[in-house]
């Protein structure tokens, strides 16, 4: 052992002197002046040690804060002396979101500690200049860049196009975040991988490769259970090499702006960096019914039909949805005259909402160039398109109507100007929500500059949309098109400018696109939530393709282009936990699979998973053959059960929006969100949690009518059939069975689920009698808990207020005798004034069936008592207001 240590030591050493003397990007910085801060971090003047070029000079002097801004976060900052660099705009993250914070206290268990001391520590060294973050608690070294332990990687690197950081990571670190990408290997982050943030319009069929979101953060799970979480906050195009041992950022512009989280629960690190990218949007109440969508949908008529057929199939449906269908050629803000008239189309949203369901259209970001536009003259008017790098005129791309110019949703005049195209067309069309597509953003020309074909040539041609009919040149390219360093986007099969806005472009103030690329969909997505917001005077629904960390504060998501593929399927579940990790926990994958043709057993299979995702939206392209889920009867059959149980779960659902509003928590979650000390736990990717207590364990292979599942400790009750019971004892692999119309959901031993009774809209759901699952261990002696929030699913703001809203917290014991459930109320008002009842308790676990029950203390003789399987009991007829206090006792 001890030899090969020093064996070890030895080859560390001479790696080092390899890096250095082999012309490493850089050679490092060293400490000139120093004050540390009262708080115990410091402010530090950095001088570079040896000036080196590649990928350009160093930057001569910098600046170092590493501060503790709670007992649970430190924050180390690293910029250029002198310069102003460019930094992520605070309108979009403001680094300190008390939004709703003051309701997150109602989750106490999972996220407070009571550590009264630092969670963290913060140690430098002089010169070289490096850094470490440990745990004191238990010693754990989280990050570490100090040169000490810089054996496999260079130095700190700081030139105006080329960042490079370091840090060690030892090889039992289980990491995940980082981008948003297509993962077969799992959700685990696989070291021997790049991960490249650059948002690109690549579909989601392709693995391993940087889409349409750029996520700047990794969660780190340690084999004691203790975890934390890293933001680097940088907008600009990177790579992260994760290594065996180590972990290389590689960013080509901005600054190092470094938060760390404590956690120490993977909860409370959601909660702790959600602090500052900004809390999840409160979501309205219909969103977390059925969507369908699909583009191809030829006119009104097919939209009403489709709506008929889910009513007499019997299938919930909330949401119907338009895709560039209902465009005037492909313009955003029109209505095809032929197939879509806007009188129409007026008429059946009415009739939609008559019925109590919702209409949401899409627009993209690219506006076509035609004086005949009003969109595009309101557009030159008040000036706020995208420059090209010349400054004078806007960037000219080709979108889906031809030639367009994209609004810059950094500048501050485009609020009002979008605002205003949003409110003319809510006035043609009423819809309740909007789709922002193509906004990484897509270009299918690419090009430093393009000007129109000198031949006047119509643009694009109809037969092919997509092909580039502009007159692009690159020869005028920049060092912001082709900067020194290049990162593996698309696999560096583009440029970074490739099939998108080219990076020299500029946008309001002189920031260069090449900075706030990543931020284009997240901008959109605010501009557009603010509008929704101020149009409907509710609450907004945005969803997006394109995301950055905290974009989950203005619009739901989904995993874009899928296919319909059982891989699909499977690779579903990682990108839905991966959004929910980054704060972005409304999300669902494009149920049935959106390109190519689906299969009755594919489809099947994947609505009884997509189901149970925060989102779940059925859409499929023009050229895949229709796959509403009642074109088979299997499909249908098995949509009535699974969407049957989502729709009965929906206050549960909708307290995890309220949760997840105000603590960041995901509402699908990794197993290891409920148990991090479960080594298990750490690289299931077929399973996931909603909440804390519920587990899903679809079928994701063809012919099987059984599933393999992972069980993490404890007595799992299912809730599809209250007959079955798996005892997990300290977490195993069981096989349950998963006929062809069943998806197996079970619940925790230790959770209250509120639910209500089926119905074939949100709407109508939300009226219907509350039922109590109360799932007890099979000791003697067992406690359960949960919560419920509700208010009327559409206010602006999802809050605590006295009469608006109702808060519940629910405890249930029981011992040999008997047991009993109470009901501590905040704000019952809103629940009372709604007439809203609690009608059954389901009691999991008993050790036999209760022969008396009462409520308040008062024996209560009106109630049913059911034995109705051998681990439930159900009390009926309890007829209790959910806004009251109460407690519900029973003897055996
Ligand atoms: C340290 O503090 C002194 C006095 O406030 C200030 O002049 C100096 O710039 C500070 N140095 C650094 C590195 O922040
Ligand atoms: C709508 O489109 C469908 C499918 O293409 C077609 O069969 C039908 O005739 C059209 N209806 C109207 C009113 O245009
Ligand atoms: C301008 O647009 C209007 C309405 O969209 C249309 O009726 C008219 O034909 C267009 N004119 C030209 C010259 O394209
Ligand atoms: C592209 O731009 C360069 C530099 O301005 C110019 O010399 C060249 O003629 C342009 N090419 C085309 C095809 O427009
Ligand atoms: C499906 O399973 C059945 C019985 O388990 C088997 O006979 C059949 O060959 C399987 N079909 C496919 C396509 O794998
Ligand atoms: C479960 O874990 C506990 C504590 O680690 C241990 O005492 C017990 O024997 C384990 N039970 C089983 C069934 O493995
Ligand atoms: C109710 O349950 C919550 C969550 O487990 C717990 O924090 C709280 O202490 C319990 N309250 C009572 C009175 O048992
Ligand atoms: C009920 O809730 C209030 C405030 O949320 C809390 O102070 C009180 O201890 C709770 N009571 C019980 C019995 O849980």
Not at 147 to 176: C, I
Not at 494 to 511: N, Q
Not at 546 to 571: C, E, I, P
Request: net charge negative; hydrophobic share 35%; proline share 6%.
């Amino acid at each position: 052992m001890a030899t090969s240590t020093k064996i070890v030591l030895l080859l560390a050493c001479c790696m080092t002197l390899l890096c250095s003397s082999l012309g490493a990007v850089g050679n490092g910085y060293q400490i000139s002046s120093l004050n540390n801060t009262g708080d115990g971090g410091i402010q530090a003047i950095l001088d570079v040690i040896a000036n080196t070029d590649t990928f350009g000079p160093d930057i001569q002097q910098l600046q170092v804060i590493a501060s503790y801004e709670t007992k649970d976060r430190i924050h180390v900052r690293i910029t250029d002396n002198i310069n102003k660099r460019w930094e992520v705009p605070k309108d979009l993250i403001s680094r300190q979101d008390t939004s709703a914070s003051s309701s997150s206290d109602l989750f106490p268990k999972d996220y407070q500690h009571n550590n009264p001391s630092n969670q963290l520590q913060f140690f430098y060294t002089n010169n070289p200049f490096g850094f470490a973050i440990t745990r004191p608690s238990s010693g754990e070294v989280l990050f570490n860049c100090t040169p000490s332990s810089a054996a496999n990687f260079g130095p700190l690197v700081f030139k105006d196009q080329y960042l490079e950081l370091s840090t060690d990571m030892p090889t039992y670190a289980s990491l995940y975040g980082l981008g948003e990408s297509t993962r077969p290997a799992g959700f685990r982050l696989i070291s021997g991988n790049t991960y490249t943030l650059w948002t690109s319009d690549i579909p989601s069929i392709t693995p391993n490769m940087d889409l349409y979101g750029a996520f700047p953060f990794y969660m780190d799970v340690r084999p004691s259970g203790n975890t934390h979480g890293v933001l680097f906050l940088n907008s600009n195009g990177m790579d992260v090499l994760y290594q065996d041992e180590y972990l290389t950022y590689k960013t080509i512009g901005g600054i190092l702006d470094l938060y760390f989280f404590g956690g120490p629960s993977p909860l409370s690190v959601v909660q702790q960096y959600t602090e500052i990218v900004g809390r999840p949007a409160p979501m309205p109440y219909w969103s977390l019914g059925f969507h369908q969508s699909r583009y191809g949908y030829k006119n009104v008529s097919v939209l009403e039909d489709v709506v008929a057929k889910y009513a007499s199939a019997n299938i919930p449906l909330d949401v119907m949805w338009s895709d560039i269908d209902h465009m005037d050629a492909r313009q955003d803000f029109t209505f095809d005259p032929i197939n879509y008239p806007q009188s129409e189309v007026s008429n059946f949203v009415q009739t939609l909402h008559a019925a109590g369901q919702r209409y949401v259209l899409i627009i993209d970001p690219g506006i076509r160039v035609d004086n005949n536009y009003s969109t595009y003259t309101n557009g030159m008017k008040n000036d706020i398109f995208i420059k090209s790098s010349s400054g004078s005129s806007p960037y000219l791309a080709q979108v889906w109507p031809g030639p367009v110019y994209f609004p810059d949703f950094l500048n501050p005049n485009t609020q009002s100007y979008w605002t205003n195209e949003i409110s003319n067309f809510q006035k043609l069309a009423q819809f309740d929500g909007l789709w922002i597509d193509m906004n990484e953003a897509s270009n299918f020309c690419s090009g430093v500059t393009c000007t129109f074909l000198s031949d006047g040539s119509p643009c694009p041609s109809p037969d092919a949309p997509t092909t580039c009919c502009l007159n692009c040149n690159n020869s005028q390219g920049s060092k912001w098109d082709y900067p020194p360093y290049k990162i593996n986007n698309a696999a560096s099969q583009r440029d970074l400018g490739g099939k998108t806005i080219a990076t020299s472009a500029v946008h309001y103030g002189g920031i260069l696109e090449y900075d706030a690329h990543n931020l284009y969909g997240m901008s959109e997505a605010m501009v557009t939530n603010r509008a929704l917001q101020s149009v409907l005077q509710k609450r907004p629904f945005v969803l997006s393709r394109s995301t950055f960390v905290g974009a989950g504060k203005f619009t739901a998501h989904w995993t874009g282009d899928n296919g319909a593929t059982w891989d699909d399927l499977r690779y579903s579940i990682v990108s839905v936990l991966n959004s929910g990790l980054v704060g972005i926990p409304m999300v669902g994958a494009d149920i049935c699979g959106f390109l190519f043709d689906t299969t009755e057993e594919l489809c099947n299979r994947w609505i009884q998973l997509g189901a149970f995702y925060p989102f779940a939206r059925d859409h499929s392209d023009i050229n895949s053959k229709p796959q509403e889920l009642y074109l088979w009867p299997s499909v249908a059959q098995s949509a009535r059960k699974a969407l049957g149980l989502r729709y009965r779960l929906l206050p549960y659902l909708y307290t995890l929006v309220f949760e997840a509003h105000v603590t960041g928590a995901p509402i699908a979650r990794a197993l290891f969100f409920s148990f991090p000390n479960d080594a298990q736990a750490l690289n299931i990717n077929s399973q996931f949690l909603l909440g804390k207590g519920i587990m899903v364990s679809p079928v994701l292979v063809s012919n099987a009518t059984t599933v393999n599942a992972y069980f993490p400790q404890g007595i799992w009750y299912s809730l599809f059939d209250y007959s079955q019971l798996v005892d997990a004892g300290n977490g195993s692999s069981q096989v349950v069975s998963a006929p062809w119309d069943t998806i197996n959901v079970h619940v925790n031993e230790g959770s209250i689920i509120p639910m209500q009774d089926p119905a074939s809209t949100t709407s109508l759901a939300r009226k219907t009698p509350f039922t109590l699952v109360v799932a007890f261990s099979l000791q003697p002696y067992s406690l359960a808990a949960g919560y419920l929030f509700l208010d009327d699913g559409e206010s602006i703001d999802m809050e605590l207020v006295d009469g608006s809203s109702t808060f519940v917290t629910y405890n249930a014991s029981k011992s040999t005798g008997g047991g009993s459930l109470t009901s501590n109320v905040t704000y019952g008002n809103f629940a009372f004034n709604q007439g809203l009842l609690l009608q059954n308790l389901v009691l999991f676990g008993l050790q036999a069936a209760p022969a008396s029950v009462s409520i308040n203390n008062a024996p209560s003789d009106s109630v049913t008592i059911q034995q109705i399987s051998a681990h439930a009991v159900q009390i009926s007829g309890l007829k209790i207001p959910v806004g009251n206090i109460f407690v519900v006792s029973w003897s055996t």
